[in-house]
């Protein structure tokens, strides 16, 4: 579990300056390896934070996207989910549940970024689709 001090020295790491909202959104990230929406983002901290609406939610997600903190998984076109863990690991996400999984074990060559004339690749997102084993057993 991620302290306060933890999700702090995080947002600041990634220059980004803590306030409750971001705070409370980023602690939320870091202690739920679920890969949440905005929606379950909201649900979950607005309780304790009443001003807090789903825009401010929506904003510092995508400023946390920006600054590097955080990614952004677009699944389809209606779903977007958010990850604290911006370290090289893929991505398990069953097409039944609709749950990701992280996956750390893949070969490091794969996150390297090929050299091309003209294009600057910022960033590499591996994602695997298929079945979990509960929704298998179901």
Do not use: W
Request: aromatic share 8%; hydrophobic share 35%; net charge neutral.
């Amino acid at each position: 579990m991620k302290t306060f001090g933890d999700i702090h020295r995080h947002l600041i790491q990634y220059s980004i300056r803590p306030s409750q909202q971001r705070t409370s959104v980023m602690g939320y990230l870091m202690n739920h390896k679920t890969h949440p929406t905005v929606d379950e983002i909201y649900n979950a901290i607005s309780p304790d934070i009443p001003t807090l609406s789903k825009t401010t939610v929506y904003n510092t997600l995508n400023l946390f996207v920006e600054k590097g903190a955080a990614l952004a998984l677009t699944l389809d076109d209606k779903n977007v989910r958010y990850d604290a863990n911006v370290s090289n690991h893929a991505h398990l996400i069953c097409s039944r549940c609709g749950k990701v999984h992280d996956l750390f074990d893949l070969d490091s060559n794969l996150y390297k970024l090929p050299k091309m004339d003209g294009f600057t690749i910022n960033a590499v997102e591996i994602s695997y689709y298929g079945v979990c084993g509960a929704c298998k057993e179901s």
